[in-house]
């Protein structure tokens, strides 16, 4: 049976942006970049305007060659500047730590960190969050090598009514990025942007919504 959602999910467009202030017009001042995956659903089909905006996926790539300075913190979070600083062998290249390397496709010396997935209300719970994260991360693939996430109740505990909700959320979400080829690594999840395993979790959708060959045509 076909899920009820506000509109057919293989309408929604994904539109990603790349945020800066605009006097950071240095070579320097666009790392580390700032991206915004907004999903909403196209004009041309029909759903009610309240329904329209189905969530965002914020994200932000970071050059392995770059060094690191505090400010950077503000925009990647403490957690991916200690990750970068403990997984990034030789700055200059970009050299990752070879057992983390070893599950990598080779590519651009750059990471992408998950920052942030959003759903609204009436698009939960059909697998879209899942579907919408491995899209974004697809599209970036040629920018970067790898993406990582740390998945922790902390980033759920202002939205959540108590600590469990926040512990449970956490739960779900690292259950979602193994879903889509993540896999936990040292206390983060990091996936190769590469894996083929991208381009399948958009299937479970897509054969749901899929338009299907009328019986009495066949």
């Given at each position: 049976?076909?899920?009820?959602l506000?509109?057919?999910?293989l309408?929604?467009?994904?539109?990603?942006?790349?945020?800066?202030?605009?006097?950071?017009?240095?070579?320097?001042?666009?790392q580390?970049?700032?991206?915004?995956?907004?999903?909403?659903?196209?004009?041309?089909?029909l759903?009610?305007e309240?329904h329209?905006?189905?969530?965002?996926?914020s994200?932000?790539?970071?050059?392995?060659?770059?060094?690191?300075?505090?400010?950077?913190?503000?925009?990647?979070?403490?957690?991916?500047?200690?990750?970068?600083?403990?997984?990034?062998?030789?700055?200059?290249?970009?050299?990752?730590?070879?057992?983390l390397?070893?599950?990598i496709?080779?590519?651009?010396?750059?990471?992408?960190?998950l920052?942030?997935?959003?759903?609204?209300?009436?698009?939960?719970?059909?697998?879209?969050g899942?579907?919408?994260?491995?899209?974004?991360?697809?599209?970036?693939?040629?920018n970067?090598?790898?993406?990582?996430?740390?998945?922790?109740?902390?980033?759920?505990?202002?939205?959540k009514?108590?600590?469990v909700?926040?512990?449970?959320?956490?739960?779900?979400?690292?259950?979602?990025?193994?879903?889509?080829?993540?896999?936990c690594?040292r206390?983060?999840?990091?996936?190769?942007?590469?894996?083929p395993v991208?381009l399948?979790?958009?299937?479970?959708?897509?054969?749901?919504w899929?338009?299907?060959?009328?019986?009495d045509?066949?």
């Amino acid at each position: 049976m076909v899920p009820d959602l506000p509109a057919n999910p293989l309408s929604i467009e994904l539109a990603l942006t790349h945020r800066r202030f605009w006097w950071q017009i240095d070579d320097e001042d666009e790392q580390p970049e700032r991206w915004e995956a907004i999903a909403e659903v196209s004009g041309l089909d029909l759903c009610p305007e309240e329904h329209r905006r189905v969530g965002n996926v914020s994200l932000v790539i970071a050059d392995l060659t770059t060094e690191r300075n505090l400010l950077d913190s503000a925009v990647l979070g403490e957690w991916a500047l200690e990750f970068i600083a403990e997984t990034v062998m030789d700055p200059a290249r970009g050299t990752l730590h070879p057992e983390l390397s070893s599950g990598i496709s080779p590519g651009p010396p750059r990471m992408v960190i998950l920052r942030r997935l959003f759903l609204t209300e009436s698009w939960r719970g059909h697998g879209l969050g899942a579907a919408l994260v491995a899209s974004a991360l697809r599209i970036l693939s040629p920018n970067a090598r790898l993406a990582a996430c740390r998945v922790s109740p902390l980033a759920f505990i202002s939205d959540k009514p108590d600590r469990v909700s926040a512990e449970l959320a956490s739960v779900r979400m690292a259950k979602m990025l193994e879903g889509v080829g993540f896999r936990c690594w040292r206390g983060v999840h990091v996936i190769d942007l590469r894996d083929p395993v991208l381009l399948e979790a958009r299937m479970d959708v897509l054969s749901q919504w899929w338009p299907q060959p009328d019986r009495d045509e066949m």
